[in-house]
């Protein structure tokens, strides 16, 4: 029989980071064996595989990177010696990377990605914490099928609904487009639900030039006609249900009239966009001239997905409801 492990693949972020008197901010500083030293025992009933990916701050990978890491995550998963996997990652780009391995790794084994807020230096560090309560989820039997999950702050996201919602506080990550999976805690992880099974595009990368433009009063368009020539698709995050101002609209046609793919967002928070205001500007003529709806998705989650859509040659939202 093949001995099962848990992998803990370590990127760095603030898990891995110390405060630096001279620099006068936190810096990377942990590798992978001092993180885990740090962190001390493990709650695992498996064995601990380390392994040590990179160790950088999040808002410096990018799709180049970010495409490279989940090539091995998946290498991983497909690994039939592994139980589990968890990913420690910078929270800044932390909903993004488990955005792109829920839409992208079809994993029967739980994939954890998990962070912290405070460096490991800080008074009230989470970091241990988040790790050890991400290690009990990635071996849990009730994990099995459930693809990619956050583990933050005693509680359990699903990949592709979570998002980062506050610049410090320890419970920043929520699911505006969805729910709390479930719990983790010292003495058992509950879930709320059973699996919820979710399509995956058969991507092959990340880096297709998707644009992202957020709308403002009184855009005329402008930056929408700059970033035209050098991008393939375009996000725009409008007001409410999916409205910007008219002057703004002829760029969008422009963007149509040469196949390229446009997709509406909303800058709220929570909710969708959709056809309910019919004047210039609107939500209802903008469909009607073929910009797609993003769905249950924030504005950076329909940039990544259309970016993988376009890399695979299929229409925005492949195997999903949303």
């Not at 990635?138 to 956050?150: N, Q």
């Not at 410090?168 to 709320?192: K, R, S, W």
């Not at 004047?279 to 998705?297: H, N, S, T």
Request: glycine residues 14%; negative net charge.
């Amino acid at each position: 029989m093949i001995p099962r492990t848990v992998v803990v693949l370590t990127t760095g972020g603030t898990i891995a980071m110390r405060y630096d008197a001279t620099a006068g901010g936190n810096l990377p500083a942990l590798n992978g064996s001092e993180l885990l030293e740090s962190v001390g025992p493990l709650p695992s009933t498996l064995p601990i595989r380390l392994e040590e990916w990179e160790r950088v701050p999040s808002v410096h990978h990018g799709p180049t990177g970010m495409w490279a890491l989940r090539t091995r995550i998946a290498q991983l998963a497909s690994d039939p010696a592994v139980a589990g996997i968890v990913v420690t990652h910078g929270t800044d780009t932390l909903a993004e990377m488990a955005y792109l391995l829920r839409r992208t790794v079809d994993a029967g084994i739980p994939i954890v990605l998990t962070g912290a807020m405070r460096s490991a230096s800080a008074e009230g560090s989470d970091g241990a914490g988040n790790l050890r309560g991400a290690v009990r989820v990635a071996e849990a039997d009730a994990s099995r099928g459930r693809g990619t999950m956050v583990a933050m702050a005693g509680e359990i996201f699903d990949g592709a609904e979570v998002v980062k919602g506050h610049t410090e506080a320890l419970d920043t990550f929520q699911a505006p487009h969805g729910q709390v999976m479930g719990t983790v805690t010292e003495a058992e992880v509950v879930f709320h639900g059973p699996p919820r099974p979710k399509g995956t595009i058969p991507a092959q990368g990340c880096d297709a030039p998707v644009a992202l433009m957020v709308m403002a009063l009184g855009d005329d368009g402008t930056l929408l006609d700059l970033v035209r020539p050098r991008s393939s698709g375009l996000v725009v995050a409008g007001y409410g249900r999916g409205n910007i101002p008219p002057t703004a609209v002829p760029a969008i046609t422009r963007w149509l009239a040469e196949g390229k793919p446009v997709v509406l967002a909303s800058q709220c928070p929570k909710g969708t966009v959709g056809p309910d205001y019919a004047f210039e500007g609107g939500g209802r003529q903008l469909l009607a001239l073929g910009v797609i709806p993003a769905g249950p998705r924030t504005a950076a989650q329909a940039r990544l997905e259309l970016a993988l859509c376009l890399s695979a040659g299929v229409p925005y939202g492949t195997g999903t409801a949303g």
